[in-house]
């Protein structure tokens, strides 16, 4: 080829071409880094351009990457699976040719184009239905799409796969600080924590995963990532919990700066999905003993995002998306439906609009105190990075007033009620129509019938068989 080009040259086309169909300066961000959470070192990888479609900016949103290779085969490819992003632009300037590679889950990178670099801006103008943030969003949908997906490049298995190594990476990573940390409060103090040592425990963990999250997202205004853990969770408290009590956390110095030493050092936070960070805190937090105190059961986010996914919550009005979820534990459902009701607004929100509406069109109700905080804080991680301020009423749905004002205000009902029957004592205390409590909680709810209904309930509701 007669015409030369530099790398400088081709990026700035790929950029110009991706902002033509979309992707605007905020969802462009150069030399990215992202943890391969592939590797089982998780080392930082850099790519010389990343696209997403809407923030936080992590492999749920990520749509392109686009890198500068000598080489052309897969494995120069393979380290940039982890970025999430389904297709990645290999840019070879010296030729003057891009290569479009596909991302499949479990198989080497695939070639599916070549491309002359003078007809690069052209190619995304003539993609520009399939390639925009929108569609390309819509289909990634976390493996869950609701219809055919007719994109070249797309493996509906890609983004599933991620996720569960990052659940696996991540529950790894809080199990080790748990253990840790209690192993070292009882050398301290000749005796194990106590129920109210562990709650505390919980709320530096959780005052930790936050900082990390801020100080690898780089978000500017805080001592994140200080080197004194009490310097760090003063910080974390000014900022998420500015109108809310601050529950206190574990005072002992030795073991917050084991804690917070495990969790700096960990790997990066920057890409990661931050519904999986808050399913990860709660499921890890919440003990076996405690589902069983409550009669509650834990709810897998793959069941709660297939869920949310498959009602047509688009077809409500923007302002009548309202969720409500009952016996909420951990808010799995509230999780999923801010996910998804975040797909549904526009990109160019910002962040504190977008959490005003979200605190709006979702609530929950719980009886734990202890679980409704979990919930909060679980919600406070996925919709970074804003402050707390979440409607998680701390009641028994099956005595107070309240719960049909919930019922009256929502459209969309999504929950997994306790299944086991009431006491006798509890039949008489709560008037209820039904021995079963997951009876009892569907026939309430139908009282005030929504416009959606996703209830999770035992296989005897289906055929008889137990």
């Not at 990457?65 to 699976?81: F, K, M």
């Not at 600080?177 to 505390?200: F, M, T, W």
């Not at 399913?279 to 059961?297: F, I």
């Amino acid at each position: 080829m007669d015409e030369k080009y530099t790398a400088t040259d081709l990026l700035a086309t790929t950029r110009a071409g991706l902002r033509d169909i979309g992707y605007h300066d905020d969802l462009l961000r150069d030399n990215y880094p992202f943890p391969d959470v592939l590797d089982a070192a998780s080392p930082t990888r850099h790519i010389d351009l990343a696209a997403f479609a809407q923030e936080p900016l992590s492999y749920r949103s990520a749509c392109f990457g686009v890198t500068v290779l000598h080489e052309q085969d897969a494995a120069a490819i393979q380290p940039y699976r982890a970025l999430g992003a389904p297709q990645i632009f290999a840019l070879y300037p010296e030729r003057g040719q891009v290569l479009r590679w596909r991302i499949p889950a479990r198989q080497p990178p695939q070639v599916i184009e070549q491309i002359d670099a003078s007809h690069l801006r052209a190619m995304f103008q003539a993609h520009k239905d399939e390639w925009n943030p929108e569609r390309v969003l819509r289909a990634k949908a976390i493996g869950f799409a609701r219809g055919p997906v007719q994109l070249d490049f797309f493996d509906v298995g890609l983004l599933p796969a991620l996720e569960e190594v990052v659940h696996q990476k991540l529950d790894y990573l809080l199990r080790d600080v748990l253990a840790v940390s209690k192993a070292i409060y009882a050398e301290q103090h000749d005796g194990e924590l106590d129920i109210h040592g562990h709650e505390a425990l919980f709320r530096l963990v959780f005052r930790f995963i936050a900082a990390k999250m801020l100080a690898d997202r780089q978000f500017p205004g805080g001592q994140w990532n200080a080197s004194d853990p009490q310097q760090v969770i003063a910080a974390v408290e000014a900022f998420y919990f500015r109108q809310t009590p601050r529950e206190p956390v574990l005072q002992d110095s030795a073991v917050q700066r084991a804690a917070w030493d495990k969790i700096r050092g960990a790997f990066l936070f920057q890409n990661l999905s931050v519904e999986a960070l808050a399913y990860v805190y709660e499921n890890t937090l919440v003990t076996d003993q405690s589902r069983r105190a409550l009669d509650t059961y834990a709810t897998p986010p793959q069941i709660a995002e297939y869920l949310v996914q498959h009602l047509p919550f688009e077809d409500l009005p923007l302002e009548e998306r309202r969720v409500f979820e009952p016996f909420s534990g951990h808010a799995p459902f509230l999780i999923a439906a801010l996910g998804r009701l975040r797909t549904l607004l526009a990109p160019t929100l910002s962040p504190d609009e977008r959490h005003s509406y979200f605190v709006r069109m979702l609530a929950g109700m719980e009886i734990d105190s202890f679980a409704r905080e979990v919930a909060r804080y679980s919600l406070i991680l996925a919709d970074y990075p804003n402050p707390d301020g979440w409607d998680i009423a701390n009641t028994n749905a099956f005595t107070t007033p309240t719960f049909d004002t919930y019922l009256k205000h929502a459209q969309i009902v999504l929950c997994n009620p306790p299944y086991g029957d009431f006491t006798a004592v509890e039949r008489r205390t709560f008037n209820v129509q039904s021995t079963n409590k997951a009876v009892e909680a569907l026939h309430r709810v139908l009282q005030h019938p929504p416009q959606m209904l996703g209830f999770v309930l035992p296989r005897v509701f289906v055929d008889g068989q137990i």
